[in-house]
């Protein structure tokens, strides 16, 4: 297993001059030797080309890819002894499972019995022991595709292992299954995996650490909490959650915050003042219901109350600002058109000035 430094930029096209014309913004990153990963972001954000800049199938146009120290920035997959698991099941319709897990280890010549006792345990771990001795061919493309997932698996020797959405084909239900069944396996196995995915609730549940990525930026790189609790970026706190952050124009005085000309009182952050006008960030986990002019309340008007079974989803709008608050199922819920206040401030409210977390 293997460190992987990233300082870089890669651009599909020649000479580029505008943020446009990069797949990749210049980026510093490192990835630790046996932790599990994930790329996070929408279509076009560069997951795929920044996963393929780790295995080689892409040179990036700047900089360089270090493992362990050691510049692999022109070696070829082979070469940076990568295993890389594809959204399509590559496997061999004509071997059997047991041949196919096995493939992968005889092109390097292990021995026979290491072969066989590493063949087993990869099966045992997908729940593959009954299917060994079946043609692959068969099969369900679900069965393929954990088959596939096996043969990234099997080798203990790689630098790290790659997936590229590789639940896409997977069943709902039994994708759920294998998402937990590879974290169950990573923390068995100890190999450093890397993950694409543009589903958040996939890469919070698979990996230790999510890479948050827009237009070409890796915007954040946390834990599940740290992407929940403190966004450092307005996209992570949106793109993060369900509902996402909730976003209100605000300016810092030395008394408090003012957020649509109404005056919430607080302990005042020194940070915030020089800022100007700033965004307010709380999500709808921490509004909670107030009493009418209390300090750190807005006032507001219900325009919609959801029952989502575990939670009242309550959608109210202040001014020109709209608000989401996930309120317990326990509370009062106050009922379409009533006049509520909402407390916005507290020690979960963030505060972002262009798009970055200042405070
Ligand atoms: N081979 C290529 N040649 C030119 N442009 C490319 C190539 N591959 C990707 N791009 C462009 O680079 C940007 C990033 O694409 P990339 O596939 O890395 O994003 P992604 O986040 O993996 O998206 P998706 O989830 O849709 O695969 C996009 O604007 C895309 O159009």
């Known amino acids: ?56 199938l892409v040179t990036p146009s ?7 120290g050691r510049d692999v920035t022109r070696l070829s997959p082979q070469e940076r002894n990568i295993a890389q698991v594809f959204q399509f099941p590559v496997i061999y319709d004509t071997m059997t499972v047991a041949e196919n897990l096995a493939f ?52 203990e020797d790689v630098s790290a292992v790659l997936f590229d959405e ?21 923390h068995e196995l100890k190999l450093t995996l890397v993950y694409v995915t543009h589903d958040q609730v996939e890469a919070l549940t698979f990996a230790d650490k999510v890479v948050v990525m827009t237009r070409g930026r890796a915007v ?9 609790e403190r966004p450092q970026h307005t996209f992570v706190g949106n793109f993060i959650g369900s509902p996402g952050m909730n976003f209100l124009k605000a300016k810092a005085q030395a008394d408090g915050i003012v957020v649509g000309g109404h005056l919430l009182r607080s302990a005042s952050r020194p940070q915030l003042h020089e800022a100007g006008e700033l965004t307010l960030g709380v999500r709808p ?7 009418p002019n209390q300090a750190d309340a807005l006032p507001a008007k219900v325009q919609k ?55």
């Open 62 to 68: 700047h900089g360089t890819v270090k493992f362990d």
């Open 166 to 186: 590789p639940l896409t084909v997977i069943d709902p239900h039994l994708k759920w299954q294998l998402r937990r069944k590879l974290k169950q396996i990573h």
């Open 285 to 291: 986990e921490y509004v909670q219901l107030a009493q």
């Open 1 to 56: 297993m293997a460190r992987i430094d990233l300082d870089l930029a890669h651009a599909y096209k020649p000479n580029p001059q505008r943020d446009e014309d990069y797949a990749l913004l210049p980026l510093k990153m490192s990835f630790e030797d046996g932790g599990a990963y994930a790329l996070l972001g929408p279509s076009g954000c560069g997951k795929t080309t920044m996963l393929n800049i780790i295995s080689g």
């Open 305 to 359: 109350a959801q029952d989502i079974g575990t939670y009242w989803l309550l959608t109210a709008t202040s001014g020109d600002a709209v608000i989401r608050a996930r309120l317990s199922p326990e509370a009062r819920t106050p009922q379409v058109g009533d006049d509520v206040w909402l407390n916005v401030l507290g020690s979960h409210t963030c505060f972002y000035k262009n798009e970055e977390l200042i405070a």
């Open 104 to 155: 992968p280890l005889r092109n390097r010549r292990v021995p026979a019995d290491k072969i066989k006792q590493r063949v087993g345990a990869i099966a045992e771990m997908l729940e593959m022991s009954g299917q060994l001795n079946t043609r692959a061919a068969g099969l369900s493309a679900d069965a393929k595709q954990k088959i596939s997932l096996g043969r990234g698996l099997v080798r």
């Open 220 to 228: 954040q790189v946390g834990t599940a909490s740290e992407l929940f």
